[in-house]
């Protein structure tokens, strides 16, 4: 796995190198576009607006739009230059609750790794931020923008999520009416969720549409016939509480049956013989 970056995190006077490396990857099936007519790849030429000629990427520049049709031109090294070192650095602004930020906000993610000499530094930020429930909040400049960040303690080491700023959220694009609802009917709905909780194990879950499409193009590769899936039909309770209530019984059912441990009878005396 390629390093992403190599910097520091900075918190306080304390100046800890590490290096980032990415936390996901995208693991869905990929296509082509092809001709319709012979099947052959379609492929996107990079043109100049003005003559017309095709260009490499050694021939192509970054501008900037200041008026209509006028460009100023600036160059990676030029970005470099107005770096400075505090912008090369993680540096953490304050630490909070993780739970008080929205999912809303999140963006990537990135495991922290310490470089040489950093290794005690990281695990001491780590297991105080774990002690304390907290997470850090930083900034760095990542590329041409500047980031903002949250250090989330881990059991195993630190992950790095980057922060959408307010600007970058939108509004609810759509204002929609919350009818008021019973006691019953809330904690009907309690009871559903209490009957369907379980906790988090990320292996139990697998892209299952993937799974298919990947038999289709295995059966299409062989010439076979591809059966699909028997869809399931969602039931027809219009009633809220009926519907709840059916949601209750269906999770009970799915609920793997608790082993019970036979109870072992207390030896009888001879005066109960």
């Known amino acids: 796995m390629a390093v992403i970056r190599k910097g520091a995190i900075s918190f306080g006077l304390v100046y800890i190198p590490v290096s980032l490396y990415t936390a996901t990857q995208d693991s869905d099936i990929g296509f082509n576009q ?4 012979d099947k052959s790849r379609i492929r996107y030429k990079k043109v ?9 990427e050694k021939d192509i520049v970054r501008g900037f739009e200041y008026a209509k049709g006028q460009y100023v031109v600036i ?20 630490f909070t609750a993780p739970e008080q930020i929205s999912p809303v ?43 903002l960040l949250l ?11 980057t922060l959408l700023y307010q600007d970058d959220i939108k509004d609810l694009p759509v204002e929609y009416e919350h ?52 869809e399931e039909k969602p039931g027809q309770i219009i009633d809220l509480m009926e519907a709840l209530k059916a949601s209750v019984k ?17 030896a009888r005396s001879k005066k109960e013989a």
């Open 34 to 37: 092809l001709h319709k007519a």
């Open 48 to 56: 100049c607006g003005h003559c017309g000629k095709e260009v490499s």
């Open 75 to 94: 160059t990676d090294e030029e970005i470099e230059k107005i770096k400075t070192e505090k912008d090369r650095t993680i540096t953490v602004l304050s």
């Open 105 to 147: 906000y999140y963006d990537k993610a990135y495991h922290v790794v310490p470089q040489k000499g950093g290794s005690k530094a990281l695990e001491l930020l780590r297991q105080a931020m774990l002690r304390a429930g907290r997470a850090a909040l930083g900034k760095a400049v990542f590329g041409n923008t500047e980031k």
């Open 151 to 161: 250090l989330l303690p881990q059991e195993d080491g630190i992950l790095i999520q």
């Open 179 to 230: 009818p008021k609802v019973s006691e019953a009917e809330l904690k009907m709905a309690e009871q559903v969720i209490k009957s369907m909780e379980e906790p988090f194990t990320p292996e139990k879950y697998k892209d299952e549409f993937q799974e298919r499409l990947k038999a289709l193009i295995a059966s299409k590769i062989s010439g076979k016939t591809f059966t699909p899936p028997k």
């Open 250 to 266: 269906s999770a009970v059912k799915k609920a793997p049956a608790k082993q019970v441990k036979p109870v072992k009878r207390a």
